[in-house]
């Protein structure tokens, strides 16, 4: 094969992306190499990872990879979820996504950046050591700056301070930059704190000020609930979130446990026998929070959202079982589980969350 001649790296948006020339996927952030036989190839990070590793480049070419690589996790910053929301979707609504990093084997990935969901839950289910880390106060404090060049003010919103540590470190970061950084912590993750950055979009529109809206978010921060049933108990055993032995019972007995997030913290909050008991049980959960908590059955009063790992067929058919359940109150949304929960609960996993709307006046 010949050497590499030159590289380089260009983010685009979906519709001016390109096939990577190794496997065949569409790519937005594109690595150019150019041959020294003057050939010229697109690849996805991880085909030219591959072909960084087969020991095409100089020093001087690492040295400029490395480079590059930090232009791209500029370009393409994802939020805690990894792809909750679309790259597409965050530029259309001017909303600037940072990435949660993820150890695997000893290696830093970033979702969507390093990493395709596929390969991930190849990865998971090989049983490697994956862990989870929050954003380094460099990557915050550079995505800060960067958006302070041309805006005012920022409205940073972090997963729950109950599930990471990364609210509590944006926190102290931002008292250096003069009240222009406001950071919400309103104890929202996943779908739920998706919602939350298109109701501060909402809230900036009608003339709030950044610290306007975190007050606002802050106090509303309960007004929201997450359930998920997931597949296999095996991630809560090997995470050390319940012993070997429950694990082994739990299988065992073919339960499906159904966890809750209300306000800060992931809880156990019941056990199902079959697939189909767990999603009522879900179902029921969120017709009363609905009804006793958001202010009854109505698409006025709240929005109800779907999340999954790796299965999304699951995830429709959940979808169609709810909106038979709870007519007159269609799903929102169905996104993937950022793959910082997904290795925590393993693939499988089904969710549904439910926010009571927030009311917005000028």
């Known amino acids: 094969m010949a050497s590499i001649k030159r590289i380089s790296f260009a983010h685009t948006g979906r519709s001016e992306g390109c096939k990577c020339d190794k496997c065949g996927q569409w790519i937005t952030n594109i690595w150019t190499v150019e041959w020294l036989d003057g050939l010229i190839q697109n690849y996805g990070i991880d085909c030219f990872e ?12 690492e040295d400029r990879f490395r480079k590059l690589l930090k232009k791209q996790e500029r370009y393409t910053e994802q939020y805690e979820l990894w792809k909750t929301l679309t790259e597409q979707e965050a530029e259309e609504r001017g909303i600037f996504l940072l990435p949660m990093p993820f150890t695997i084997e000893g290696k830093e990935y970033f979702e969507g950046i390093t990493l395709s969901q596929d390969a991930f839950y190849s990865k998971l289910n090989s049983d490697v050591d994956i862990y989870t880390s929050q954003p380094s106060p460099e990557s915050v404090m550079g995505l800060w700056d960067e958006i302070l060049k041309e805006y005012d003010e920022i409205v940073h919103i972090p997963m729950s301070s109950g599930l990471s540590g990364s609210c509590q470190t944006a926190l102290m970061l931002a008292q250096d930059y003069d009240g222009k950084v406001q950071v919400v912590n309103n104890q929202r993750i996943s779908i739920t704190q998706l919602r939350s950055c298109i109701d501060a979009q909402n809230l900036i529109a009608a003339g709030k000020s950044a610290a306007q809206v975190k007050q606002i978010l802050e106090e509303d921060k309960f ?8 597949d296999t108990l095996y991630y809560l055993k090997k995470g050390g979130r319940i012993t070997p032995a429950a694990a082994a019972l739990g299988t ?6 159904v966890l809750q997030i209300q306000g800060e913290k992931l809880d156990a909050f019941a056990k199902a026998r079959t697939t189909a008991q767990g999603k009522s049980i879900m179902i029921n959960a969120i017709k009363n929070d609905i009804e006793n908590r958001f202010g009854g059955l109505d698409k006025k009063n709240v929005k109800i959202m779907v999340a999954y790992t790796f299965d999304r067929s699951a995830a429709d058919t959940f979808k169609k079982e ?7 109150c269609p799903i929102e949304w169905i996104y993937p589980l950022s793959l910082s929960v997904a290795c925590h609960i393993g693939p499988g996993a089904i969710a549904v969350a439910v926010t009571q709307n927030l009311s917005i006046s000028e």
């Open 322 to 328: 709810i909106e038979e359940a709870i007519p007159g």
């Open 50 to 61: 591959k072909l960084r590793r087969t020991g095409n480049l100089t020093k001087q070419g």
């Open 252 to 257: 065992l007995l073919r339960l499906k446990p």
């Open 223 to 230: 007004n929201s609930s997450i359930y998920i049933m997931l």
